[in-house]
């Protein structure tokens, strides 16, 4: 059974870094053609597609956020982690991520962990 579990801060002050990890278990982030990928949702807005990191280690990251995001894995504890950098209020959402099987399918998610951006 995979399982996906993100961790994060919980509250952030505005123009500080953020970081998010997702541990993995019943799968290797280096398996092949999974990508491990993450993604947000502000209050009152839609899923917003971040980035994410291919199997081969490969990150990808979004035009919008790629300035201040980067996404890494950590194979000993197979782990992903996400950092965003210089935090605004509107980087306020619940951070997921998610097993990407191709063709912009997601097979197993995360819970979600909050993050807030507040002073």
């Known amino acids: 059974q995979v399982q996906l579990q993100e961790s994060g801060p919980g509250l952030v002050k505005p123009s500080q870094t953020l970081a998010v990890t997702c541990s993995v278990s019943?799968?290797?982030?280096?398996?092949?053609?999974?990508?491990w990928t993450w993604i947000r949702q502000s209050p009152g807005k839609g899923l917003e597609w971040i980035g994410g990191l291919a199997y081969s280690g490969t990150p990808y990251y979004s035009p919008s956020l790629k300035n201040r995001i980067s996404i890494i894995g950590d194979t000993s504890n197979n782990q992903v982690t996400l950092t965003l950098g210089s935090v605004t209020p509107e980087d306020t959402a619940v951070y997921y991520c998610?097993?990407?099987?191709?063709?912009?399918?997601?097979?197993?998610w995360g819970q979600g962990t909050q993050v807030t951006v507040s002073s």
């Open positions: 019943g799968a290797s982030i280096t398996g092949n053609y999974y990508y």
């Open positions: 998610a097993r990407g099987v191709g063709y912009g399918l997601m097979d197993y």
